[in-house]
């Protein structure tokens, strides 16, 4: 019976999970202008009054951001019709629903390198997802591609492509983080030094990253997607984990 659920574990289970990390992956990385534009993005900014009276968000109206690795999704109220700018490796985020007050400067897109590490890991994720279905259901096709896929130098690059894709993505996942992280902490930060005469808004880093925040900045969150892209590359670790230990090789004989 353990048998039969580790092999089951290692050639139906690990491919599902490739593929539900490079979804969760595209969703991240496509977000909000292409799709998902009021659901998933790396930075928010919500019409709050949480910056000056602690533990209340009350019921603020105001203009709402979306912000994304390839633009932004912006309305001038919360009823308001969102408007999105076109995609680009190279944004510029749409601020001018911002109050003029507002410390917009401080809302600025990461380097387009960042963005376009991130397509290549995609690149090699849907490669890895591939070769790694190709392997794991070699025995069932035909002789000569079964022999083919049986050359450990095929599962080695196949690992490898995985291997890459993993570290390419959560890498530059991690440095968008940090990169979002820090304008959070000085946008809400300039908005608390003006007080009460200070824009009603507040700046939280995105669900494609993480759903918590501060205790001071909590609000609740109607967002059915919570830390995608975490949970993306948790997912994705197992198969290359598989992959690089040839689990799902050795499953299939």
């Known amino acids: 019976m353990i048998a039969g659920l580790s092999k089951t574990v290692a ?32 930075l928010t900014v919500t019409p709050s009054a949480s ?32 408007n999105c700018t076109g995609p680009t490796l190279s944004p510029v985020y ?42 794991s259901f070699r025995h069932k096709m035909g002789e000569r591609v079964s022999a083919a896929l049986d050359k450990p130098l095929i599962q080695r690059v196949s690992a490898w492509i995985g291997f890459f894709g993993f570290l390419i993505g959560l890498t530059s996942f991690l440095i968008i983080r940090m990169w979002f992280g820090k304008a959070v902490q000085d946008f809400n930060h300039s908005i608390q030094i003006q007080g009460e005469q200070g824009p ?9 990253f993480t759903s918590e925040m ?3 900045l909590t609000r609740p969150s109607t967002n059915k997607f ?18 690089m230990t040839k689990l799902n090789v050795k499953a299939s004989k």
Do not use: E
């Open 51 to 82: 910056s000056f009276v602690q533990g209340s968000s009350g019921d603020v109206d105001g203009a709402n951001l979306f912000l994304g690795l390839l633009g932004s999704c912006s309305r001038a109220t919360n009823k308001a019709q969102l």
């Open 226 to 243: 919570k830390q995608v892209a975490w949970v993306a590359y948790a997912f994705y670790a197992i198969p290359v984990i598989f992959s």
């Open 11 to 42: 050639l139906y289970l690990t491919p599902v999970l490739a593929l539900t990390a490079i979804l969760l992956s595209v969703f991240a990385f496509l977000s909000p202008v292409i799709m998902l534009h009021d659901q998933v993005a790396l």
């Open 94 to 135: 749409d601020l001018s629903a911002l109050p003029r007050n507002a410390p917009s400067l401080l809302l600025s897109p990461p380097s387009a390198s960042t963005p376009a590490f991130i397509a290549i890991a995609l690149g090699f994720s849907v490669s890895f997802f591939f070769t790694f279905s190709l392997i």
């Open 214 to 216: 501060p205790i001071i």
């Open 200 to 208: 009603k808004l507040i700046a939280t880093v995105g669900n494609a």
